[in-house]
């Protein structure tokens, strides 16, 4: 995938299937540490052990509608290209944590990419599911959480035109804001 941020969106759509309602994003930049990582934590059903070890095989899936899995698989092929690797935990009913780390000056890692967009989606799509996302750079640092959000809103819908188009905006100051007022 050209981006990071595809990653990202196939990885929260594995949590949304395995029926997780709270879904949190982090993301670190240490250009000093030479570190991107990447995480992403949900309580859905979790993985059981036996099947743990398989996930990022891509010719297994526990999907029936397709005989490959490819995701996590690419997701760690990606990160590995990049001098990192993938980790997985998991367990049945606790729900999962993935966590992939990349050098972050590395010629080959991908761009972080329309993460605003990403979100978006998600948001717009899942207006049941609680996302977090935390987004770290060198000593800056900003949250998004849409549990907050939904409690000011009280009865409006988070995904409502206008509820979205402030979040998106949102997004665009804090990720201005982030990398100093200049763009990644």
């Known amino acids: 995938m050209r981006e990071l941020s595809l990653h990202i969106?196939?990885?929260?759509?594995?949590?949304?299937?395995?029926s997780a309602r709270d879904i949190e994003l982090i993301i670190i930049e240490d250009p000093e540490r030479n570190l991107f990582q990447i995480q992403v934590f949900d309580n859905g059903r979790g993985i059981r052990g036996d099947r743990?070890?398989?996930?990022?095989?891509?010719?297994v899936t526990s999907r029936d509608t397709r005989r490959v899995g490819l995701g996590l698989s690419l997701f760690q092929e990606a990160a590995r290209r990049c001098g990192g690797d993938l980790e997985l935990?998991?367990?049945?009913?606790?729900?999962?944590?993935?966590t992939a780390y990349f050098q972050y000056n590395h010629i080959d890692r991908a761009p972080l990419g329309d993460i605003q967009g990403t979100l978006i989606s998600l948001i717009a799509?899942?207006?049941?599911?609680?996302?977090?996302?935390?987004?770290?750079?060198?000593?800056?640092e900003f949250i998004l959480d849409t549990e907050e959000i939904k409690k000011e809103l009280g009865v409006i819908e988070i995904n409502r035109i206008e509820v979205l188009n402030w979040?998106?905006?949102?997004?665009?100051?804090?990720?201005?804001?982030?990398?100093?007022?200049?763009s990644k």
């Open 9 to 18: 969106l196939d990885i929260i759509q594995n949590s949304i299937t395995a």
């Open 89 to 98: 935990e998991s367990a049945p009913g606790q729900g999962t944590r993935v």
């Open 125 to 140: 799509l899942n207006p049941e599911i609680n996302f977090r996302y935390h987004h770290i750079y060198v000593d800056n």
């Open 52 to 59: 743990l070890s398989q996930v990022t095989d891509p010719f």
């Open 167 to 182: 979040i998106r905006e949102f997004l665009d100051e804090e990720l201005k804001n982030l990398y100093g007022g200049g």
